[in-house]
């Protein structure tokens, strides 16, 4: 049975900052792209960032630039989310995806495999 199990989540002050992680089991996944997305209540889920299968050239959402990293161990089978200067607004629960294949996508449709998320909450 394949797993995404996503843990870090939180409560903390703007400012503040969270990693979260995304470990896999069932199947590896150095060979595919993995992703993390956000979803707000009341709005759709979003994606938030995206690293193909060799963690090069990671992709951003506009606002999460320069205060977000995305980065893979392909060893361990786990993927992060290093969230620094985190704003009110990034409150929302995290879900980490992965998609069959080496390219990312910034399209939640595009992934296979979805973790159950964490929540984030970043207090004013």
């Known amino acids: 049975q394949v797993q995404l199990i996503e843990s870090g989540g939180g409560l903390v002050q703007a400012g503040g900052s969270l990693r979260l992680s995304c470990a896999a089991s069932?199947?590896?996944?150095?060979?595919?792209?993995m992703g993390w997305f956000r979803q707000a209540p009341g709005k759709e889920r979003e994606f938030v960032a995206g690293?193909?299968?060799?963690?090069?050239?990671?992709v951003y959402e506009d606002s999460v630039k320069g205060r977000f990293t995305i980065s893979r161990d392909n060893a361990k089978n786990t993927m992060y989310l290093q969230m620094n200067s985190l704003k009110p607004e990034d409150t929302a629960i995290y879900y980490c995806?992965?998609?069959?294949?080496?390219?990312?996508?910034?399209?939640?449709?595009?992934?296979?495999?979805w973790g159950q998320g964490t929540q984030v909450t970043v207090s004013s």
């Open positions: 995806a992965a998609r069959v294949g080496r390219m990312g996508s910034r399209r939640s449709h595009d992934y296979d495999y």
């Open positions: 069932g199947r590896t996944f150095s060979n595919d792209a």
């Open positions: 690293v193909n299968w060799n963690g090069v050239f990671p």
